[in-house]
Every structure is written in C-alpha cells, then in structure tokens.
C-alpha cells in the first residue's frame, strides 16, 4: 500500500487493484498468505508489489491515516469509507465488492459521470465477483439524468432461446429441477454485453477503453479469494465440478486433485476473460452478439445439450422502458417495471402501508409489522396471478398500484389475525419451500457530483449461474430459465409460486425480482435522496422497502437502514421470514399471536444504497454490512 500526502492536508491511501481484504477476525488475517506473492497481508505484515498501480480510494483524516497500523490500514480503509458518518461532497458509490466500487470512483475522478461509474464497476463485478453477475448474465438499469429530470429504464433482461417450449422441463410430466439451475439448458440469452455498452454509448462520456480498463487489469491480476467467495464456491461445488473450465477457473485441486474450495487469499486470476474484455473494448457487443465469442457461446451451449444458437444471440435486443412512478409520503418513486416484479411489489407495498397508516409506525411494532407482512403477502399474490414479460401477456399495471385496488387488496385485512395466503389467492398445489437461501445477484447505486444517478442490478441468476464456462472466452453463462414458471404453481429456486402469465415461451423475458429504485426529495423531486436495489432472489424488494420504510419514517442513516433486520413475506411459502436478531422475542410472540408462522433465518441478501441529505447535499454510502461489499466517495 502506497500513501501520499495531499494539498488538502489529507492523506489519500492509494489502493493496488488487489490490495483490497476484510477480514471476519484477527486470526483470519493472520491465517492468510498470499500464494502468488504479489500482493496482500503476508505474515501479518502488509505487503505489495512494488508494480502495483494505485487505484483512488478514500480520503482519510492525516491523523487517522499516520495513526493506523500498516497492517490494518486496507481493513480499517474499507470500514470507514463504509462508515454511514462518512459524508462526501463528491459522487458515492456502493456496490457489493470494493474493487468494483474503486473502478467507479476512478472513473468519477477522470470526470465521468454516474453511467461511466457505474458501467465500470458492472464490468469489474463480472470479474472480481464472479459467482453474482459477468457477462454471460442480464438486469437492469434505472439512470437519472438531473439536469432534465427524465429517468431511463434500460432492461437487458435474458430471453429465451428460440428452441424453448413451455414443458422442456419436464420429464415423464414432473419438473427436473437440476436441468433450470445447472447446465447448457438452463442458459438463457445474455443481456449484460448489450446492456452495460447501451448504457455507456446512450449516457456515458468515457471511451470503452477507458471505462472496462478497470476490469481488464483486475482480470489479469487476479482477484483474493474470500470467506465469501468460498461459502458460494461450496454451495455450487458440484455445479462447478461438472464443468471443467469453470473448475480450473474457480476451484484449485485438493491434496487427492479433485477440484476444491480455494483457500482463503488465493488469487483468482482469469486471463481468458481479460482477453475477452479487452476484445470487447475494442469491437463492442458485435464480437459477442454476432462474431467470435457468439460462435463460441452457442457451440459450448451446443456441446453441453443447451438450446441456444447463434441466431439467438444475433437477435437479442436490449429494451428501453418507462419506469413505474409512484410515490411514497411525498416522495416520488421511480423503481423497475415488468418484466421484474419488483418494482411492482415495492410501490404496492409501500402504497398499502400508507393508505393504512398515513402517520407512520414504529418500526419494530407488532401492528406496523403485521401490515408490512400483509401487504407483502397480498402484492406478492398479484405478483403470481398477473406477471409476466409484458411483450407476451397483458398485464393491468396502472390498476395493480392504484388506490382503488390496494384498498381492494386490503379489504380482506384484519388488524389482529394473519390471513391465510391460501384465502388471498387459492393455489392448486401448496408448496413447500425449495429456497437455498444465498445472496446471488448483484446491486450498485451511483450518485455523481451533479447528482445524476444510476441503479443497476444485474445477475447470472445462481451462485456461478449455470457453472458453464464458454471455453477461450472465460465467459461464465447464467441459468435464467429459473426465473420461468418452468412448471407453473410450483415454486422455483427461491421457493417463489408464479402461474402461466410466467411460463417459457420463446424470446420471452422470464419475471424478475429485481428491484433497481430511485426515491426522489420532497422538495426538489428532480434530485435523487435515495438510490438503491439489492441481491437476494424473492427477498430483493423487501430489503429496498425496508430500507426505504427506514430512512423515510424512522429518519435512520442509510447504512443503518441497510443493517436493520430484514424482515419478509412471499405469500407462499405462508411464513413469516426473519434474519436472526430482527427482532426481539417479545415481537415475534406478539406476531405467532396474529396467527403469522415465523421462521428465523440466517441474514439474507446484498443491499447496496446510496444517499443524498436533501438539508446539506452531502452524500452518503449505506453498503449491506452483512457483506463484503463498500461505499466510496469523494470529497
Ligand atoms: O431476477 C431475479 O429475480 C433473480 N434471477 C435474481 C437472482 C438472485 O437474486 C439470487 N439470489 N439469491
């Protein structure tokens, strides 16, 4: 780590692209080597090559910067710039990996704007986070432009392939799940190639070669395995066995060969994938969507039984959307239409509690949670009964967010008993739950200087989506044909119940849960205050909601917001979900007493928020503290 003395008479703590690292405790830190010798914490001292090129990162205090033991200072680093108190003038990022968030912050330096940022950091994620987005994945983008006050939709969803039928799931009848989530079947069209390049050329100001510089060197220099990278790695070590690419990329032999976890600080480099990016700095999506890596994706997908073909690829187009407006006590709302339902289900949720409760509850109060779950359990039927890619059904949306049909949906409201999902919406089969409970999917929030802002979530759905790695390429390919109503009624992945409206058909988007938001100031409803969106399969929406219900009616920071307990309902499975220590026991009594069956998880999901104070301008960071990720900033 490199430090150099600023005019400012602040020191700025010049990061290597690797030299990032937290640590859960002290004997973590110490544990770690670094195997490839080049960079990190190497017997309890910090160490770096002497090459590495320091990126932008934080500002800190010159008494805190001189003070800090070297060998704590990138663990402390990451902390404070995390540190909800931490207010910058300049633009802020959050995103799910700290390498990622530095890639935004260098673009914001050079005078990018919010979609250089944030297209930087969606193309580092697809590297240093491998298991959550890449490039053979799709999402989302809200973009903010404050000068003209329009917000844009970009949905580069996956589709699926020509060659996909509403039944090709099914064998003898029944659902092989294994066949959606692991695999060439499972692989939906990828959008992100498309997206990330549509977001830059419509909204960006920086060349490609400069705004995917960040992720080609992090590709060629590797990236250290952490206690986060292992848990996924574990939880899709057969996946990941089955291919051999993704084997070699993501795995390391064990004492017997067999491809294992990694340990804790390996470097995950990928030279294939730096090649790739670097192709597509030079040529643009046509080399992914037309030329040699369209070629090479189908005849992988091909060779692994898949469906999807060069003309697939050819034909995927990215769609500009309008984004669904509401308004939450005063605040305008601008969050994800169809084909997510998450925006859906964050406007009606936050509609029920206010037509309910105009003044606003305590948050940790039995009756303001009872709602919340109510509300939850009723747009979540919605949800089920009516969505679908809206180029394929009809799909009433001005209705669903009214007030007329959210008082509809409430009159069946009881304050004091639980309603029964099965009396909200009847289903042919009650399932039982199939949730695997990890944080897939990632989210990053943007506010520049002027306060343009981007919300992006973007996915390969499962953890290392479908494990097929396009061999020569590096490109790890998704397994969206999960978010399909594979076998309509029964649920998916996330335990999630969704019915015809979301079955397979070619070219179709299959539903999302993807809830990219922008909650706007009072005052000034051109001005962005919250920007945000989370990882986390069916709980994505209520992370933002909660988040959201925080910051608007409790007047908690951002970050804290984020850190509360995360509270949710999906209507089916019919529980009452709560991340250990959400809330206290006497709550949860006073809930089972409402008839609500509770079940205490372990915490759940990626939040990854941004925020302008409306009284000072100052920004703020609030990353997921359940996780790796972090909020940078400038002055
Ligand atoms: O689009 C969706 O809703 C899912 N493919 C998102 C995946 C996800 O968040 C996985 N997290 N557990």
């Not at 030329?291 to 090479?296: C, D, Q, V």
């Not at 009723?378 to 089920?384: K, L, T």
């Not at 205050?529 to 219900?549: C, R």
Request: glycine share 10%; charged share 20%.
């Amino acid at each position: 780590m490199q430090t150099k003395r600023q005019k400012s008479g602040k020191m700025l703590i010049g990061l290597p692209l690797q030299g990032f690292r937290r640590f859960n405790t002290r004997s973590q830190l110490k544990k770690v080597g670094s195997p490839d010798g080049d960079v990190g914490i190497i017997g309890g001292k910090a160490a770096v090559a002497e090459d590495e090129r320091p990126m932008a990162a934080c500002r800190l205090p010159r008494r805190l910067a001189c003070t800090t033991p070297t060998v704590l200072a990138p663990v402390l680093l990451v902390g404070f710039c995390a540190l909800a108190a931490r207010p910058f003038r300049g633009g802020v990022i959050a995103s799910a990996h700290p390498i990622a968030s530095a890639a935004a912050l260098s673009m914001l330096e050079r005078g990018g704007n919010a979609v250089d940022a944030s297209v930087a950091a969606a193309f580092t994620l697809a590297v240093v986070d491998p298991a959550h987005s890449g490039l053979g994945g799709g999402g989302f983008a809200l973009l903010h432009d404050v000068r003209s006050g329009q917000t844009r939709v970009l949905d580069f969803r996956e589709t699926a392939p020509s060659g996909a039928s509403r039944d090709m799931y099914l064998r003898s009848g029944k659902l092989e799940p294994k066949l959606v989530t692991d695999g060439a079947l499972a692989v939906a069209v990828p959008g992100a190639v498309a997206g990330y390049f549509a977001a830059l050329s419509s909204f960006g100001t920086l060349k490609p070669s400069v705004v995917l510089a960040p992720a080609i060197l992090a590709a060629w220099r590797g990236f250290p395995v952490t206690p986060m990278y292992q848990r996924l790695a574990k939880a899709r070590l057969d996946c990941l066995r089955s291919n051999p690419g993704a084997a070699r990329i993501f795995l390391r032999p064990d004492s017997d060969g067999v491809p294992d976890v990694p340990a804790l600080g390996t470097t995950i480099r990928q030279p294939e994938l730096a090649r790739t990016l670097e192709l597509l700095a030079r040529e643009g999506p046509p080399a992914f969507y037309t030329g040699k890596l369209a070629r090479s994706i189908a005849s992988a997908v091909k060779e692994g039984g898949g469906i999807l073909t060069t003309d697939d690829l050819a034909r995927f187009r990215i769609v500009h959307r309008e984004p669904l407006v509401g308004s939450y006590r005063g605040h305008r709302i601008a969050t994800m239409p169809p084909p997510s339902a998450g925006g859906l289900t964050l406007l009606q949720v936050l509609g029920m509690i206010e037509l309910k409760e105009p003044a606003g509850l305590p948050y940790d109060e039995p009756n303001s949670l009872h709602l919340y779950a109510e509300a939850l359990r009723r747009a979540f039927a919605d949800r089920a009964k009516y969505l679908g890619d809206p180029d394929f059904v009809e799909i009433p949306l001005r209705t669903l967010v009214s007030a007329a049909h959210l008082n509809e949906l409430l009159r069946t409201f009881d304050p004091s008993r639980a309603t029964p999902s099965n009396d909200v919406l009847p289903l042919p089969v009650l399932p039982a739950s199939a949730e695997r409970g990890e944080k897939h999917t990632t989210h990053l929030s943007v506010l520049d200087r002027s306060g343009n802002a981007v919300a992006m979530t973007t996915t390969i759905n499962d953890g290392f989506g479908s494990c097929l790695v396009v061999p020569g390429t590096g490109i790890l390919l998704n397994d969206e044909m999960d978010d399909f109503a594979a076998s309509p009624w029964q649920p998916n992945l996330y335990g999630l119940v969704m019915g015809e409206a979301n079955s397979i058909a070619p070219g179709k988007r299959p539903v999302s849960s993807m809830a990219p938001t922008i909650i706007f100031q009072k005052e000034n409803p051109q001005r962005a205050m919250i920007v945000a969106g989370a990882a986390g399969g069916s709980t994505i929406p209520t992370s933002v909601i909660q988040i959201a219900l925080h910051v608007i009616d409790h007047g908690t920071d951002v970050a804290f917001a984020n850190g509360r307990g995360r509270v949710h309902h999906q209507f089916q499975p019919d529980e009452l979900r709560l991340e250990r220590y959400a809330l206290d026991p006497a709550t949860i009594k006073a809930l089972e007493a409402k008839g609500h069956r509770v079940e205490v998880r372990n915490p759940w999901g990626d939040a990854e928020a941004v925020l302008e104070d409306p009284r000072t301008g100052l920004r703020y960071g609030g990353p997921d503290p359940r996780n790796e990720g972090a909020a940078l900033g400038q002055d």
